[in-house]
């Protein structure tokens, strides 16, 4: 996935806090060891019996996996988009989970979206083709 210049920053979480976002990283670390069609039907699996998410829960989400995971904060973008996702699903809610490619330069990059509207991803992802995706269940996350 594509390289960021520089670690993203998130608040550190009091200890009883970190919990579910560590338990998050470390089950999204071995789910994307998956070939990608795999991972997208376990995601597929996974957001059964959920409803849509709102953006600020969202990128609260993606804030506490980023504080507590290095591989998250930096380099996993795979990583951080489907712990994301796992600890929103842990409240009962999905997120459109998004991976695509550019072209010029080539890279690829994984996200999360509610909306359409990529939660707190830095750049300009409207360049990035989507490859796979896993939607909310109802076809729209709400804001």
């Given at each position: 996935?594509?390289?960021?210049?520089?670690?993203?920053?998130?608040?550190?979480?009091?200890?009883?806090?970190?919990?579910?976002?560590?338990?998050?990283?470390?089950?999204?670390?071995?789910?994307?060891?998956?070939?990608?069609?795999?991972?997208?039907?376990?995601?597929?699996?996974?957001r059964k019996g959920t409803r849509p998410a709102a953006y600020g829960e969202v990128?609260?989400?993606?804030?506490?996996?980023?504080?507590?995971?290095?591989?998250?904060?930096?380099?996993?973008?795979?990583?951080?988009?489907?712990?994301?996702l796992l600890l929103v699903r842990a409240r009962g809610r999905w997120a459109d989970w998004c991976t695509g490619f550019r072209i010029q330069p080539f890279g690829a990059h994984a996200w999360v979206e509610v909306d359409g509207r990529p939660v707190d991803e830095p750049g300009e992802l409207s360049v990035f083709r989507t490859v796979l995706a896993v939607r909310c269940p109802d076809g729209r996350s709400r804001s």
């Open positions: 996935m594509t390289t960021p210049a520089v670690a993203e920053q998130a608040p550190r979480l009091p200890l009883h806090r970190q919990i579910a976002p560590r338990c998050a990283a470390g089950a999204a670390r071995l789910l994307v060891r998956l070939p990608p069609a795999r991972l997208q039907r376990v995601l597929r699996v996974i990128a609260r989400a993606r804030r506490s996996v980023v504080s507590v995971s290095t591989r998250c904060a930096g380099l996993g973008c795979l990583q951080r988009s489907v712990a994301t």
